[in-house]
């Protein structure tokens, strides 16, 4: 009887990109999102700031504005900062 030792195992079907590629993109689409709520968020709180107190003056919108696209920013400048860190023990750690 002859051993069977056939390899019927089907290949692992691979993604079209790789995966630094698709971490990549999630990254920026995150980023892009975040800024656009953000932006709203902060233009929209600037033009009710402007509304109810400044006697609809245009700066506070654009301020408020500033102020969300800022923090947008800043975090997916630190997302991007994160990956590149290495840890205690030399490995990187890739954090979503």
Do not use: H, Y
């Amino acid at each position: 009887m002859a051993d069977e030792t056939s390899n019927n195992t089907a290949p692992v079907p691979r993604t079209s990109r790789p995966m630094s590629e698709a971490l990549l993109n999630e990254k920026w689409d995150r980023c892009l999102s975040s800024f656009l709520i953000r932006s709203g968020l902060g233009l929209s709180f600037g033009i009710v700031f402007s509304v109810l107190l400044f006697k609809r003056r245009a700066w506070p919108a654009f301020v408020g504005l500033g102020f969300g696209a800022g923090r947008a920013w800043e975090e997916c400048d630190n997302s991007f900062k994160r990956a590149t860190v290495p840890s205690r023990d030399g490995l990187r750690v890739i954090r979503p």
